[in-house]
């Protein structure tokens, strides 16, 4: 899909019960637009509550030059029209419409202009046009009946408009209903960044100030930027697709916010839905439940906002469940009349996940209970072949088949579609080295599950290159060592040819993926634009080595006192200390490092405790609380599968020497990866001893950008590609 076609969104195709004019003038405006600097969507998510009816506006155009245009279209003839008297419609009496159509667009283009008027740069700046499509009616029709003699009746699109150029020409001579100002190339940025909805994401910084230009003044120049508008996200955002839809991406591109912003828009459009938004890591709760309620306040004008009533048709479930809180796994149990699992002695977390739901398959026809189901940190929730469900002579993942089989068809024609939404980044799963493609998750005869596009132009599958949250040296850094791109040996796991690199925002400058060829690998700035590193301008990402465990944590400490005291960094949130190793090593570091910290004078926070200054939080002590990964007033400490899904503008990432001590080990570098990924702004590595490993950090840090190896096949070769067409 090209950019020029990527400007316009369909947010849901067109339905078959809708008149041929919705699709024609969809048509029409994305024919006579498609030369403008512009973005279009056809049902834009703003909706407005009047009585029960919610409406969004059926056309929305940003134009640079014309600013916004809201249209809304009727399908009714003129025999239909009453009497017309400014935003005031009166119909014959039978007619099914709800209300005016020159009313809705009005009051979509109003509430559009007051998010505009938010932002100091297009403060009534921007201008609007309001209008109404009637493509059943022709110019001479409507004359004849006099209302294009009213003074106050809105601008009209006729059916003798519908063509290109006359379709343009209406809209661009029609009145304005408020008229603002030629824009600039920063105007225009923050008009489409405002429509794009990305001042939801911002986060406000308060800044300590120094004479130095410290990192809290540079988290309060960061908390004003907006996001440029990135036409990928836009459609994945806001499109709900009618059928499956995978999304992989490079680790901070934002998956997890598109996914809220999806639920959020689908529950909008259809409140009888039964939506579940699943995710893996436990301490997700609080950040997804808070996306949700920001995406529904943006959609809803802060009409609609994530209640109780809103809850019981779309939850947040984690993959598994506990005992207080239901999850996919344990709902889909209860409603069919089966008892639940709660863990399986001896594997981890997402390897018992899988066993439970392989039996829970095994003993059970799992009968459709929900609409729409969208999966976060969908890389963890694939398991090892012994734990593959096998059915008819195909393995499948038996999470995947189970929240598959848990959906309701799309409609009768098409039952192998169901709105199962994934989105995963195949690089950061820590307990398999399966990817979820197609093939893998559902078996052989849905491979193609996923392949083309869906009505409406909706892709099935989209592969998102761009990161936002780490900056580029942090993130080239992670890629490196967690893959072993450097490594004297050859590297040990990742992307093995040219199309998977570039589809992960990289540039192949030279080499062919084949064993002893010299590989030139760079990360284009534009594909990493977080702009801390600019305002920084020092290197946010270090690497020390210490003698002792007693000098790295000095070190650890020392850092810390002067994030808080001179940097004017928040202990929670702002700063996040991440342990690697072994769960036996990592787990005694941990309580070794937040012991450490507590005697000199810092207050901490061990992930999963229930407050703050407690070491050793465990379940039969009564001490834990495993949805938490924050608490107020402390630096949190946490061990890596805790830490995934979660950032902060600080991390340390302590105990380097146990990932160099097996070296050889993925899922130990894996662990690297990300850790550095949660980075918002800085990072600091740290490690004791001395080991070869270290000077490939050293190596692959001065590498900056790009990266020049010779290339050997690694043992698992994992290119993230599947043989669909």
């Known amino acids: 899909m090209t950019d020029n076609e990527r400007k316009f969104i369909t947010s849901e195709a067109i339905s078959n019960d809708k008149h041929e004019g919705h699709e024609k003038i969809w048509k029409t405006t994305k024919d006579g637009f498609s030369s403008r600097d512009c973005i279009g969507y056809w049902r834009y998510p703003l909706f407005s509550k009047v009585g029960e009816v919610r409406k969004e506006p059926d056309i929305l155009i940003v134009d640079r030059e014309l600013g916004l245009i809201t249209i809304e279209i009727e399908n009714i003839t003129i025999d239909q029209v009453v009497a017309i008297n400014g935003e005031q419609w009166q119909f014959t009496e039978g007619s099914t419409i709800l209300s005016s159509p020159a009313q809705r667009s009005n009051r979509s283009l109003r509430a559009l202009l007051g998010y505009c008027d938010r932002e100091d740069a297009i403060f009534r700046k921007i201008t609007g046009r309001a209008l109404v499509a009637l493509p059943n009616i022709t110019i001479e029709e409507w004359q004849q009946k006099g209302f294009d003699q009213l003074p106050n009746c809105p601008p009209i699109i ?21 008229t ?21 994401l911002r986060k406000p910084y308060a800044a300590t100030f120094s004479h130095n230009k410290n990192r809290s003044a540079i988290l ?28 992989r991406g490079i680790a901070g591109s934002g998956k997890t916010v598109l996914l809220c912003q999806k639920a959020a828009n689908m529950y909008l459009k259809h409140p009888e839905w039964d939506i579940a938004l699943v995710f893996f890591t436990r301490s997700l709760y609080e950040q997804i439940e808070s996306l949700i309620d920001r995406w529904l306040k943006r959609f809803s004008n802060g009409d609609v906002s994530y209640d109780e009533k809103v809850k019981r048709k779309l939850k947040v479930l ?17 409603k069919h009349g089966v008892s639940p699992l709660r863990a399986i002695q001896g594997l981890s977390p997402s390897e018992g996940l899988a066993e439970c739901t392989k039996r829970l398959l095994d003993g059970k026809e799992i009968r459709p209970i929900f609409d729409a189901i969208l999966i976060d940190e969908g890389q963890d929730l694939v398991s090892e072949d012994e734990r593959k469900f096998e059915e008819n002579n195909e393995s499948k993942q038996a999470i995947y088949w189970m929240a598959y089989q848990a959906l309701r068809p799309v409609d009768n024609e098409s039952s192998e579609q169901r709105c199962l939404i994934w989105a995963y980044d195949e690089a950061q799963s820590l307990d398999s080295s399966k990817i979820p493609m197609a093939k893998e998750l559902f078996g052989k005869s849905l491979t193609n599950l996923v392949s083309g596009q869906h009505k409406g132009g909706i892709k099935k599958s989209e592969i998102m290159h761009r990161c936002y949250r780490t900056p580029g040296e942090i993130l080239t850094t992670a890629h490196a060592i967690g893959m072993g791109l450097l490594r004297s040996d050859g590297i040990l796991q990742g992307l093995t040819d040219r199309k998977s690199w ?24 534009e594909n990493s634009p977080n702009p801390i590193p600019k305002l920084w301008e020092k290197p946010v990402l270090e690497f020390e080595t210490y003698e002792s465990r007693y000098e790295e944590l000095e070190a650890l400490a020392a850092r810390i006192k002067y994030n808080l005291e001179q940097d004017g960094l928040k202990p929670s949130r702002d700063i996040l200390v991440i342990i690697l190793g072994s769960v036996q090593d990592a787990g005694r570091l941990e309580t070794e490092v937040g012991k450490f910290l507590m005697e000199k004078g810092i207050n901490i926070y061990i992930a999963a405790a229930k407050t703050l200054n407690q070491l050793n939080p465990n379940f039969q002590a009564g001490t834990l609380n495993q949805d938490k990964f924050w608490c107020e007033g402390g630096v949190t400490i946490s061990r890596i599968h805790r830490a995934k899904g979660n950032e902060a503008n600080m991390v340390y990432v302590v105990g380097v020497d146990k990932i160099a001590e097996n070296e050889s080990d993925p899922n130990l570098r ?28 050293n190596q692959v840090i001065k590498s900056g950008d790009t990266f020049t190896f010779t290339f050997q096949r690694p043992p698992k070769v994992n290119t993230g590609e599947e043989t669909e067409p």
């Open 158 to 178: 006729l059916k003798n408009n519908l063509g290109k150029t006359a379709f343009f020409e209406k809209i661009s001579q029609s009145e304005p209903m408020v």
């Open 180 to 200: 603002g100002e030629q824009l600039n190339d920063e105007q225009w940025k923050v008009l489409r960044a405002v429509i794009s909805g990305t001042p939801v």
């Open 220 to 247: 309060s120049i960061l908390g004003e930027w907006l996001y440029e508008t990135d036409l990928q996200q836009e459609h994945i955002g806001k499109e709900i697709p009618p059928g499956a839809q995978r999304i």
């Open 318 to 334: 984690h993959a598994w469940g506990g005992k207080y809180r239901s999850g996919l796994y344990s709902t889909i149990c209860e």
């Open 502 to 525: 570039e589809s992960i925002g990289y540039q192949v400058k030279e080499g062919e993926f084949r064993s002893g060829q010299k590989i030139v690998l760079h990360r284009p700035p």
């Open 670 to 697: 894996n662990q690297l990866f990300v850790a550095l990924t949660r980075s918002r702004g800085w990072a600091c590595m740290s490690g004791i001893g001395d080991h070869s490993f270290y000077g490939e950090i």
